[in-house]
Nanobody
Framework: QVQLAESGGDSVQSGGSLSLTCVIT????????WGWFRQAPGEEREGLAA???????TYEDSVKGRFTISMSAAKDTLYLQMKRLKPDDTAMYYC??????????????????????WGQGTQVTVSS
């Protein structure tokens, strides 16, 4: 089992920055890669970024160049740095872990169905 707990959500003005943290506990060595997702009311959960053990990263176009995913050396804390936030970024943000193996030399996928462990979420609200 893997447990994840997000923090850092807040209300910010458009153009502002925010950093989210996800503490990971349990059988970390069973995880192949990690990701950040978000879900706005009435919308489907959307993948944002993923990172694997080799720190290969993937970003969805909607956040590329504005968001940065990273993790601690111990692989027990996941981060999402967000800048130039827009009102459209308003959502509940989730970190997640996948037990699938990331393919060597390839960027990890950011597909909701590949992730079996999820945190409870942290709310990010961006006002115009």
């Amino acid at each position: 089992q893997v447990q994840l707990a997000e923090s850092g959500g807040d209300s910010v003005q458009s153009g502002g920055s925010l950093s989210l943290t996800c503490v990971i506990t349990g059988k970390i060595d069973s995880v192949g890669y990690w990701g950040w997702f978000r879900q706005a009311p009435g919308e489907e959960r959307e993948g944002l970024a993923a990172i694997d053990f080799n720190e290969e990263t993937t970003y969805e176009d909607s956040v590329k160049g504005r968001f940065t995913i990273s993790m601690s050396a111990a692989k027990d804390t996941l981060y999402l740095q967000m800048k130039r936030l827009k009102p459209d970024d308003t959502a509940m943000y989730y970190c997640a872990a996948s037990q699938l193996a990331s393919m060597p030399g390839e960027n990890p996928p950011v597909l909701v169905e590949d992730f079996g462990y999820w945190g409870q979420g942290t709310q990010v609200t961006v006002s115009s």
